[in-house]
């Protein structure tokens, strides 16, 4: 259970994920070097919102085809589990071949299906394709673009996951943009808004003074010690 509304959580969607993770590090120190994507993605839509949503977590492979008696059936367990968990959700991928994004599992199929199983968006190592085809506002973060599909199959879903650093269990909270992904705590949901306006404060102080005419280091000494007095 957790101790805020769906319409408290979608708040955060107002702000962008690096901003975010400037509220997280303020709300906790000692994490501030982990949960949050480090490499670079491709982004299908950048000109998109930022999303928010329970994580659903899956693995995939593409090389070589499925070992699986029924890979077809092991796929549509995949999709049920999409579909039962809670919404707003957001799917985090990761391809476990040794060059993820040999085959494309996001396309315009996909994306379709997805979002109509509530879902905000995709994370993932591996590859996409069909861009101007994709689900309309449906985002995704992906390694790769690839023409193809080759062999790629659902290996595991609802395990922890990692992708390009983001370690990711099924029901974390993803807030994604343009810019990566991260994973919100339970506990920070709520403490968020506060910390991002504390923040924002601190910020608007040095801005400001940048921008005035006349802007100079000593202005900048001066408004740096301003910022640091603000609460």
């Known amino acids: 259970m957790t101790d805020f509304s769906r319409e408290q959580l979608l708040q ?9 993770c400037n509220g997280l590090e303020i709300i906790n120190p000692q994490s501030r070097n982990t949960g949050f994507s480090f490499k670079p993605f491709v982004c299908l839509q950048p000109s998109l919102t930022p999303a928010i949503g329970y994580a659903r977590t899956a693995t995939i492979r593409s090389l070589h085809p499925s070992s699986s008696t029924d890979s077809q059936a092991l796929r549509m367990q995949y999709y049920e589990y999409v579909a039962n968990g809670q919404n707003p959700s957001i799917v985090v991928i990761e391809d476990r071949d040794e060059h993820p994004g040999i085959g494309a599992f996001w396309g315009e199929v996909n994306t379709s299906i997805h979002s109509g199983l509530g879902v905000q968006g995709c994370v993932t190592n591996g590859s996409m394709r069909d861009l101007p ?16 599909h080759a062999n790629v199959h659902v290996e595991t879903y609802g395990k922890t996951v990692s992708v390009h650093g983001m370690s990711v269990r099924d029901g974390d909270i993803i807030h994604m943009d343009q810019h990566g992904a991260v994973v919100v705590p339970v506990e920070a949901v709520l403490k968020l808004p506060d910390a991002i306006a504390k923040i924002s404060r601190k910020e608007a102080i040095i801005i400001g003074a940048a921008k005035k005419q006349g802007f100079n280091f000593e202005k900048l000494r001066a408004a740096m010690a301003q910022a640091n007095n603000t609460q």
């Not at 955060?12 to 975010?20: A, E, F, G, K």
């Open 12 to 20: 955060l969607q107002q702000w962008d994920t690096p901003t975010i």
């Open 133 to 148: 085809d994709a689900a309309p506002g449906f985002q995704i973060l992906a390694g790769s673009v690839c023409p193809s």
